[in-house]
């Protein structure tokens, strides 16, 4: 991915608020999020709740590497973060720090649009 097509988020300090901000600061109304196979259901339901017409794509990598114990921990809190998620799917709180419009992911897609390397 070219450095000038990534537009990063400051201020998505966990999962909801990354789809928050993307919708509402950023203007995102469409995603492929691309995520770990285990994160993948949950950002799509958050981002879908956000208002983001979103799909995800799994890393499939990741599911049986190191030692079980890690395994067992990341499905564990990967539970608990499921049901953060319907209570902010359902509540929709504001973001930590909304702050202001930007353009980036717009010109991001503009750039790519004309850019003879893709």
């Given at each position: 991915m070219p450095e000038d097509l990534i537009v990063l988020d400051y201020?998505?300090?966990?999962?909801?608020?990354?789809?928050?901000?993307?919708?509402?600061?950023?203007?995102?109304?469409?995603?492929?999020?691309?995520?770990?196979s285990f994160h993948v259901p949950r950002a799509v339901y958050l981002c879908r709740a956000a208002g983001i017409e979103a799909y995800g794509v799994g890393?499939?990598?990741?599911?049986?590497?190191?030692?079980v114990t890690e395994w067992v921990r990341d499905n564990l809190r990967?539970?608990?973060?499921?049901?953060?998620?319907?209570y902010q799917?359902?509540?929709?709180?504001?973001?930590?720090?909304?702050?202001?419009?930007?353009?980036?992911?717009?010109?991001?897609?503009?750039a790519a649009a004309v850019s003879p390397a893709n």
């Open positions: 201020a998505g300090f966990d999962t909801w608020q990354s789809c928050d901000r993307a919708k509402q600061i950023f203007g995102v109304s469409k995603a492929i999020l691309v995520s770990q890393d499939p990598n990741g599911l049986r590497e190191g030692p990967e539970v608990a973060a499921s049901f953060n998620a319907v799917a359902t509540v929709q709180p504001d973001p930590e720090f909304l702050g202001p419009e930007d353009d980036g992911v717009a010109r991001a897609l503009a």
